[in-house]
């Protein structure tokens, strides 16, 4: 093995980690988004409180995913850097 060089095993294994990441950071943001939208319309809230719901779910929804995307990847980079 050349030192210092990725194997085509290295780099399947990255690229399939970073799909991993990417769609279950999607499903976790749908999944806050989802909540929020429940709740609005579970108590009824309209006009400007559910704008501020749905934009507040949306944020924490984008929020929570991108957290997801960056700790996945950085458990793997750890991995990866132990010889895992």
Do not use: C, N, Y
Request: proline share 1%; hydrophobic share 55%; net charge positive.
């Amino acid at each position: 093995m050349d030192m210092g060089r990725e194997s085509r095993w290295e780099k399947d294994a990255m690229t399939v980690e970073i799909v991993f990441a990417l769609v279950t950071a999607v499903v976790l943001a749908a999944a806050v988004f989802a909540v929020a939208l429940a709740l609005a319309l579970a108590f009824g809230v309209s006009g400007p409180a559910e704008k501020g719901t749905l934009v507040g779910g949306a944020l924490l929804g984008a929020t929570a995913g991108v957290w997801h995307l960056v700790r996945v990847l950085r458990q793997f980079d750890a991995q990866r850097r132990k010889g895992h």
